[in-house]
Structure formats: C-alpha cells, structure tokens
C-alpha cells in the first residue's frame, strides 16, 4: 500500500486568509512530496479568476481533492456556496442538503482537473438519526449522478458524522461503499474526551469506522480543541503518540480491505483554530511550518508501520 499526501490551501493562499499566491505554492508541491492540493470548490473558484487555477495545476500534474457542503454558512458569516446554486442550512430537509451539495459536486466537475475523490460536509449534528441517514444517501446517489465521483465524508464536528456516538449508531444502517475521510481530531473534541489516556469505548468505536475511512486528516486535537497548540513539542508528545495509533489502525484496517493507496492531508489551521496574538490577531505558531512537518512525521509513521507489515 502506498501513501499519498495533499496540501491543504486553507489559511495558506491570500484568497483564504494566507499571504500566498498560486504561483509561489503550487510549483513546488511535487518537489515537497505532495500528489496535490485539497480546497473547498469555492475557494477553487475564486483562485481561478483569469483560468490560473486550472493552469497550474495542469502544468504541475497536480491532483485535486474537492471539499464540498450540504450546509452554511460555517461561522463569521462565512459560506461554502457559489452565488446563484442552490444553498442549504441546519434547518433544511435532507433533499435540501442534497441538492446543495450536488451543486458544487457539478461545478468541481467544470474544472477539468484530475480529481481521486471529493471530500463532503454532509449534514448537521442537529439531525435526527433518521433525517441523516436520509441525507446520506441523497448525497451518495447525488455523487453517483456526477460521473461517479467517489465521495469520502468528514466526520467533522457539526455535521452528521461529527460525533463519534452518533456515527456508530448510524454506520450498520448505512452501505458498505459509504467511506469516511477521518478527523479524529474533532471527535476527541467533541467528545471531549483525551487522546493521551487510553479509552476502551473510544477505541472501540474508531476500530468500528477504521474499515470505512480512505482519507485522513492528519490533525492532532485532545479534549478541548481539535488542534493542539504545536505537535513538534514535548508537551504533545502523548497525544501526538495516541494519534499515530489510530493512524496505524486504520491503515491495518485499509490493508485488511485490500485498499493499494492511502491518503492523507495535514490540516492544521489558521485562527481561530491556531491560537493567535490578542493584539495582532496572527497565528502564534507557523500553521504551515507545522503542516509540513505533519506531512514528514506521517510518513515516516507510515514507512515503519509498512516495514512492521513487510516482517509479518
């Protein structure tokens, strides 16, 4: 099995809050190490003014990983949608979230560019268990719609995979091909409970998911944020070690499946994920200093466990 890292454009580029341009970042990522690039489809659009989006990512055989949301907007007034498609919120019906996803999945179809799998927000942790499970499967069949397109749901905090509880309640309802692109940061978060100390319940409820996740968002949380501080320091070696286990599990898992690839993005974030400067409002840390040491550290974390793997 081999590992696949993408570049997160959150926070990094000046169109997303960053002081980057397309330009100084794509070129470089094949060098770095990285198959691509994962954004929001409006955050694409926006990049793509005059076509340099699309251009570059051409030029640099660049892959692209859509993020996609059935609901908005997020906080701080900001929304995931295109002007004129169709929009959703928490308070919608399931076909409302559907379709509003189903409107970014055909634009990131508009693009061109060479996509592996979309990443979805689907949902809202205020549905009923019956409403997501219905919305679930409006989505899927709305990616099915769209070329085929594989979709991997976030299990981010907010939206109907976001809490840990609740997704193993729906996954014996949900189909086998459903799969999930794992946070587990959020669900320690939103749990509330500590990736340091070892937690049967909560182990036992990601070795339940392992088998349906394809794509990890390589963040480290712990019990009160679904990012800590700096992952590069000793005081978050623990949970940084905890993380790596589940990582490990759930390659072992995608192993067991058959899977031939496995992906990941680091997804450190800018404030207010980072913490920042109360005068200034700047990050107090490098995010992307940060993300790309998560892209070594995964790695080499992956290397040694498919070296383990090659001695079995």
Known sequence: MRICAF????GLVSADGGTRSLAQVLPALREQGYRGVECSVKLAAVLDING??????????????PVVFSSGPLWRGWSPFLPGMPTATHCNSPSSHAAALAGQLESAQRF?????????????DSMSDGAALETFGLVEQAAECSAGVPLVHETHR?????????LCRLLPSLPPSLHLAGDYSHFTAACEVAASERDGTLEAALGVLAPRVRHLHAR???????????PR??????????FDAWWRATWDAQRAAGC????FTPEYGPPPYAAAHQETGRALVDVHAINDWTAEHVRRTFDAWSRSKTKD
Do not use: I, Y
Request: contains cysteine; aromatic residues 10%.
């Open 7 to 10: 570049k997160s454009l959150w």
């Open 52 to 65: 340099e989006f699309r251009q570059l990512m051409r030029e640099h055989s660049l892959q692209w990983v």
């Open 233 to 242: 320091g000793a005081h978050a070696a623990r949970e940084v070690s905890a």
């Open 220 to 230: 480290v949380g712990n019990e009160c944020s679904p990012q800590v501080h700096d």
């Open 260 to 263: 031939t690839e496995t992906f």
């Open 112 to 124: 061109g560019l060479q996509v592996p799998f979309v990443t979805a927000h689907t949902g809202h």
């Open 158 to 166: 907010g939206r109907a995979a976001g809490n840990l509880w609740q």
